[in-house]
């Protein structure tokens, strides 16, 4: 009798659809993405997946079906201010693709969330055109383009705590200046919950992301009431939490791991918000905690079917 090796037991799901699956979900930011700020999205969104596709071609010699090259231009680029020059969206695409990802040895392989590789290597490499090229989202509706402080700059900054803060329900919405797909809340929400329901994602990361950094911000956070909602709906929380840290390949395997991986970057992500040189947290807590993923997933590993426990006799 020959017995294969594992799994034994398949459930369907492919690295293809769910890459795809994590593009659908994603439509919805797209297209707010591009309402909010105009046809300049379009631009950056085009050469982020464009460069990542073709180097992703060139290196895997004509295979680039299962999508991974598409979801990573996307969400590098929905890390991007709207008004980034073109050039730098290209440069970040390529260490993305050929040093966070392939130099690792490819899809499954790497280390680091490629998008998230790319965005930080740009903001060490270019941070005046990172933090320069925010617009307001009016400018889509025919007014001209303005430059406008994200809402977590303008809170670390300290200069209109009570007077240059957004609402709740235009962070929500998406009705502030930010990176291209993080403005809108609900857009997010839409996609997450198609994830959910396809099960590609489980609750555990996204959930204990928030969920800390809600519990973080409302004891730490003083300057403004109700800061900890402020901070769950401003920045690229729910991106990061749903898109970004539920990467299958950087984020632990078992429950446990996730809610430990989940946890640990919400800590990372407040302090740095709250006590950091940076007004966002989320792109540097993803990676530091990608660095922990293969501690985490051996102390939290499940005991194999079969396994006894060793004596100490």
């Known amino acids: ?3 294969s090796s594992s799994p ?24 707010g993405s591009v309402y909010f700020f105009g046809a300049r999205v379009i631009a950056v969104l085009g050469v982020s997946i464009g460069v990542s596709a073709l180097l992703e071609l060139a290196i895997k010699k004509g295979n680039i079906r299962d999508g991974s090259a598409l979801l990573t231009g996307l969400l590098l680029a929905f890390n991007l201010p709207p008004g980034v020059p073109l050039w730098v969206v290209a440069v970040g695409a390529f260490f993305a693709v050929a040093i966070v990802k392939q130099a690792f040895g490819g899809l499954g392989c790497n280390i680091f969330n490629p998008a998230l590789g790319g965005r930080v290597f740009l903001m060490a490499a270019w941070p005046s055109h990172m933090t320069s090229g925010w617009h307001a989202p009016h400018a889509v509706r025919g007014v001209a383009a ?12 300290g200069s209109a705590v009570m007077e240059g803060l957004p609402e709740w329900r235009e962070l929500f919405f998406g009705n502030v200046s930010g990176c291209i797909g993080e403005t809108s809340v609900l857009l997010l929400l839409i996609g997450a919950i198609f994830l959910l329901c396809k099960r590609y994602i489980t609750w555990h990361v996204p959930f204990s992301f928030i969920g800390t950094v809600a519990a973080f911000t409302l ?3 003083k300057s403004i009431p109700n800061g900890f909602i402020f901070h769950i709906l401003a920045g690229g929380l729910f991106l990061g939490a749903f898109f970004m840290a539920t990467d299958y390949v950087t984020s632990p395997i078992t429950p446990k791991g996730k809610l430990i991986f989940g946890i640990g970057c919400g800590i990372i992500t407040s ?4 006590y950091g040189g940076y007004p966002e947290g ?3 807590s993803i990676l530091l905690m990608n660095a922990a993923t293969p501690l985490i997933d051996r102390h939290t ?13």
Do not use: C, D
């Not at 430059?147 to 303008?154: D, E, F, K, V």
């Not at 302090?271 to 709250?274: A, G, P, Q, W």
């Open 1 to 3: 009798m020959q017995i």
């Open 8 to 31: 034994h037991v398949h459930s369907g799901v492919t690295v293809e659809k769910i890459m795809w699956g994590v593009v659908i979900a994603l439509l919805p930011a797209t297209i």
């Open 146 to 157: 303005v430059s406008g402080a994200t809402p977590l700059a303008i809170l670390k900054e």
């Open 219 to 221: 004891i730490a956070e």
């Open 271 to 274: 302090v740095i918000r709250l």
């Open 282 to 284: 989320v792109s540097y």
């Open 301 to 313: 590993r499940l005991r194999v079917f079969g396994e006894r426990k060793k004596s100490n006799a």
